[in-house]
Every structure is written in C-alpha cells, then in structure tokens.
C-alpha cells in the first residue's frame, strides 16, 4: 500500500507544529521550504508532520483558519518538491504521550473522542480528495496498556466516519506502548484494506535514550557506545517479529513512524544503529520517518551529524 504511493523513507518535522511554545516565529520561521528541500535533496520521499490540536483549533473547538494554512502552505512546498505527507495527530484535547502536557480525559470521556472524530472528519474533508499526497495518522503514541480496548473502539469510529467523507486515503494506526512493536497484536484487524499498523522504535531505550532527562530513572550523565549496547546482529528481527506475523496474518503492512537516537550519543554510533534498523526495514519492506529532522534532541541536519550525515542518509 504504502510501497505503491511512493512512501518509504522520510524525516520527521518535529518541533514545528508540535512540542512546541506556538509562537509565531516558531510556527512561521522553523521549518521553510528550504527545508524541504533539502529533504528532498538527500532522497527521501516523504516527511511526517505531527500537529498538535490547538495549532487548528481554539480550546472551546472552533478552527483556526490560521494553522490549516500552515498545513496548506507544508503541502505546497511538498507536492513542489516531490515528497508526500504523513500528517500525524500528535496531541488531542484530553490526551498527549506527554504528561508534562497536562491532557487527560481522553479514553474516558465520550464528548473528547467526539471532538476527535469530528477533527478528524474536518481533516477528511480538507485533504480527502489529495489521497495521493497525504497519509492520515490518527493519533501519536497511546501509552497505557488499559487504554487499549477503548482505542480500537475510538479507531473504529473515526474510521466509520472518515470513509464516508475520504474512501481512498491510507490511514495510520498505531497501539499502546508508545506505539511500541510489542504491542501491534493488541491492534484489531484493519477496517479496510487502506489502514496500515504504525509503530515506533527507539529500542533498546538505554543506548537511544542515553541520558535523556524526560526518562523515569535515567542518569542524565550516563552514556553508553554502541559495542556496549551489545546488540545482536539480528535483534531488530527478532524485536519485529510479532508485529510483521500480525500485519500479515491481517493482510496490511508495517510503518515505523518514529526511530532515531538521542544527540547525547556520538554520532558514529548512531550510524552504526540506523545501519543496523535498516537492514531490516529493509528486508521486510517496513516504510519509515526518522526522528528528527531538525533540533528535539535528535536533529538528523544538526551541526554535529556533519561528519556523518552523508553515510547516515543511506541508512534512513
């Protein structure tokens, strides 16, 4: 599905319309065209856009014409340059993956879920009809495990409603864990033959999150190279292993919307994680979005990729 749209390496632009302070110089000035493309110009074919809520809607649930032009105008430069468009719901009203968010209520009250689906159905209305383009993601990373049987009831619903308004759009749907791929067999079999399981991998977190202080428990000090991580040669098929068996048993395919590691680890190592992901992207046809293009601790274009960037790019 995914393979037949053009889709299978991208970037991520974080930190634009997401995980952000929303001011108008980050919202107008931190991603350009330019932007764009370069992307385009290192071979990649899509990026995925995580958009938060309140960037298109008031917190009373009217829209922002304002940040719907902001997605027009990323569209624009895309369709320009070549690439087609993840665009990824990164936070709800009443949800984030981010407790430092303060959003809650999501999974237990039904006038949240409603405001979602009618997002979602507005979203269908605007962008429906350029299924060639964009790829819908219903929502970024669902976190606990009892949130699960509510979630596939809420895709199930969205789905319903967006397919009487955009029949041919991909749409991605993630599970709990963060949208970890242990946890793709909780997912319900796909609504149709246009939805596709998303999962996200920052694995094994000690070595991709070396350092991270937004992680429970983590040493902000502590670091950790690659030889010390000790990963076998064949641990990304093993960690997948579930979640490939499952898209298959319920004829759809994987995209990992989501995989990188922290700036805190040098570079070369880095290289050395994506070459290893890669190889099995690769062998089982796993469309991806690395994290991140720019800044958010990640930064595939940063300053100090420099000396990598160049053998990087073969491995997204």
């Known amino acids: 599905m995914l393979m037949k749209m053009g889709i ?38 899509h990026v995925r856009i995580p958009v938060d809520y309140n960037v298109v809607q008031t917190e009373e649930g009217e829209y922002k014409e304002e940040g719907f032009r902001l997605l027009e105008k990323a569209f624009g430069w895309c369709e320009k340059h070549g ?60 976190t606990e495990e009892r949130f699960s049987p509510i979630w596939n009831g809420i895709i199930r619903r969205t789905m319903e409603r967006i397919r009487k308004i955009a029949p041919d759009t991909i749409v991605l749907v993630g599970s709990y864990w963060n949208n970890s791929a242990a946890s793709v067999h909780a997912l319900e079999k796909p609504y149709d033959d246009k939805v ?43 960690f997948f292993a579930q979640a490939i068996e499952k898209a298959k048993e319920n004829g759809t395919v994987l995209y990992c919307g989501e995989y990188g590691v922290i700036d805190r680890a040098q570079p070369e190592d880095a290289v050395k994680w994506f070459r290893m992901i890669h190889q099995t992207f690769e062998k089982h046809g796993i469309a991806r979005a690395a994290w991140s293009y720019k800044e958010m601790d990640f930064g595939i274009s940063d300053a100090r990729m420099d000396g990598v960037r160049e053998e990087l790019l073969k491995y997204l």
């Open 8 to 45: 299978k390496r991208g970037v991520n632009l974080g930190g634009w319309l997401s995980q952000c302070d929303y001011s108008e110089e980050r919202l107008q000035g931190f991603i350009t065209e330019k932007d764009i493309e370069t992307i385009a110009s290192w071979g990649l074919d």
């Open 196 to 238: 596709v399981y998303n999962f996200h991998s920052y694995d094994p977190l000690l070595f991709t999150h070396q350092g991270a202080p937004w992680v429970d428990g983590m040493d902000v000090n502590f670091r950790q190279s690659f030889e010390e991580a000790a990963l076998e040669e064949d641990y990304f098929e093993k």
């Open 83 to 142: 690439l087609k468009v993840v665009l990824d719901l990164h936070k709800t009203k009443g949800y984030s993956f981010d407790k430092g968010e303060k959003q809650a209520g999501f999974f237990d009250d039904e006038g949240l879920q409603e405001r979602f689906i009618c997002l979602w159905e507005e979203f269908a209305r605007r962008y429906g009809d350029r299924h060639d383009l964009i790829v819908f993601e219903l929502l970024n990373e669902v």
